[in-house]
C-alpha cells in the first residue's frame, strides 16, 4: 500500500501499518522532513503534486490501496482512472463537513453542530463526496473551542484509521448507510469560505470557534484569515481574540 500525506498523523499511520504487517510501498508528502523523521526505513517521493507521478504510483502499489491522511493535495487525473483505490482519512464527519477541516471545524462551532468527529470514505471525482465507509464520531459541548475540537479530530482520525486498516485491506468494507436525504454532498468549507469569515466576527461563538491555540502554525489557511479579519474590523482588530 502508498500513503500520500504530511506530518505527524501520517507518520504515526505508517509505522502502524507497517508494524501491522502491511507492506509499505511508498510514501508520497510534500515535505522533505517527512522523510527524514525516525521510523522504519522505506521509500519515500517528495513532491507537491501527487499526481503528476500516476505511473510510479501504479508500478510501485502491490495492493492496489492508496491511503490519504492528513493530504492536503486533490486527487486528479490520471490518478482516479489508474485502477488504484484511494481512500482518505477525513478530520471531520461527511458530508456536513466537508473541506478544510480548519474551516470546516469553524464552522461547525459556528453553526452550533452537536456533533463532530472523523470519517473514512472513498476518493472520488468530487471533494470528500465518495463512499463512507466508517465514521468516528464525538459530541460537541456549547464551550468547545477550536484547539480542543482540532486536537479531539486529529485523535479520532488516528483511532479511526487504526479501525479501518484491517477491514480495507482485506476488503470487508462496505458503505455506511444513512437515513434518506442525508447523502448529499451539502456545504463546503474551503478558502471560499474563511474569505467571508469577517461576516461572522459578531457572532457570540466568534471568540471559541477561531481560537486556535497550539493549532495556529497548523492551521495557515485560517490563520492568514483570521489575520485579514483584524484588518478590517474595528481598525485592526480591536476586540477580537489574538491567537
Same mark, same amino acid.
Given at each position: *500500500?502508498?500513503?500520500?500525506?504530511?506530518?505527524?498523523?501520517?507518520?504515526?499511520?505508517?509505522?502502524?501499518?507497517?508494524?501491522?504487517?502491511?507492506?509499505?510501498?511508498?510514501?508520497?508528502?510534500?515535505?522533505?522532513?517527512?522523510?527524514?523523521?525516525?521510523?522504519?526505513?522505506?521509500?519515500?517521493?517528495?513532491?507537491?503534486?501527487?499526481?503528476?507521478?500516476?505511473?510510479?504510483?501504479?508500478?510501485?502499489?502491490?495492493?492496489?490501496?492508496?491511503?490519504?491522511?492528513?493530504?492536503?493535495?486533490?486527487?486528479?487525473?490520471?490518478?482516479?482512472?489508474?485502477?488504484?483505490?484511494?481512500?482518505?482519512?477525513?478530520?471531520?464527519?461527511?458530508?456536513?463537513?466537508?473541506?478544510?477541516?480548519?474551516?470546516?471545524?469553524?464552522?461547525?462551532?459556528?453553526?452550533?453542530?452537536?456533533?463532530?468527529?472523523?470519517?473514512?470514505?472513498?476518493?472520488?471525482?468530487?471533494?470528500?463526496?465518495?463512499?463512507?465507509?466508517?465514521?468516528?464520531?464525538?459530541?460537541?459541548?456549547?464551550?468547545?473551542?477550536?484547539?480542543?475540537? *482540532?486536537?479531539?479530530?486529529?485523535?479520532?482520525?488516528?483511532?479511526?484509521?487504526?479501525?479501518?486498516?484491517?477491514?480495507?485491506?482485506?476488503?470487508?468494507?462496505?458503505?455506511?448507510?444513512?437515513?434518506?436525504?442525508?447523502?448529499?454532498?451539502?456545504?463546503?468549507?474551503?478558502?471560499?469560505?474563511?474569505?467571508?469569515?469577517?461576516?461572522?466576527?459578531?457572532?457570540?461563538?466568534?471568540?471559541?470557534?477561531?481560537?486556535?491555540?497550539?493549532?495556529?502554525?497548523?492551521?495557515?489557511?485560517?490563520?492568514?484569515?483570521?489575520?485579514?479579519?483584524?484588518?478590517?474590523?474595528?481598525?485592526?482588530?480591536?476586540?477580537?481574540?489574538?491567537?
Amino acid at each position: *500500500m502508498i500513503f500520500v500525506g504530511q506530518g505527524s498523523l501520517l507518520r504515526r499511520a505508517v509505522v502502524h501499518a507497517a508494524g501491522a504487517g502491511h507492506r509499505i510501498d511508498l510514501v508520497c508528502s510534500p515535505d522533505p522532513a517527512d522523510a527524514a523523521a525516525d521510523g522504519p526505513p522505506l521509500r519515500y517521493l517528495t513532491t507537491p503534486d501527487v499526481n503528476a507521478h500516476v505511473r510510479d504510483l501504479a508500478t510501485t502499489c502491490t495492493d492496489g490501496i492508496v491511503w490519504s491522511v492528513n493530504n492536503r493535495q486533490i486527487f486528479r487525473e490520471p490518478v482516479l482512472s489508474s485502477g488504484l483505490r484511494i481512500v482518505n482519512v477525513h478530520n471531520g464527519l461527511l458530508p456536513q463537513h466537508r473541506g478544510l477541516p480548519s474551516a470546516a471545524i469553524v464552522f461547525a462551532l459556528l453553526h452550533g453542530d452537536r456533533e463532530y468527529g472523523a470519517t473514512v470514505h472513498e476518493v472520488d471525482v468530487g471533494i470528500d463526496t465518495g463512499e463512507v465507509l466508517a465514521e468516528y464520531r464525538f459530541p460537541l459541548g456549547p464551550e468547545d473551542r477550536f484547539h480542543q475540537v *482540532m486536537l479531539r479530530g486529529v485523535r479520532a482520525c488516528e483511532a479511526l484509521f487504526e479501525r479501518a486498516l484491517p477491514l480495507v485491506a482485506a476488503g470487508s468494507t462496505a458503505p455506511v448507510r444513512r437515513p434518506p436525504g442525508t447523502s448529499s454532498p451539502g456545504a463546503y468549507y474551503g478558502r471560499a469560505a474563511l474569505d467571508r469569515l469577517a461576516e461572522h466576527a459578531g457572532h457570540p461563538a466568534f471568540a471559541r470557534a477561531t481560537d486556535l491555540g497550539a493549532f495556529n502554525a497548523h492551521a495557515p489557511e485560517l490563520a492568514a484569515a483570521l489575520r485579514r479579519v483584524r484588518a478590517v474590523t474595528n481598525g485592526g482588530g480591536a476586540g477580537l481574540p489574538l491567537h
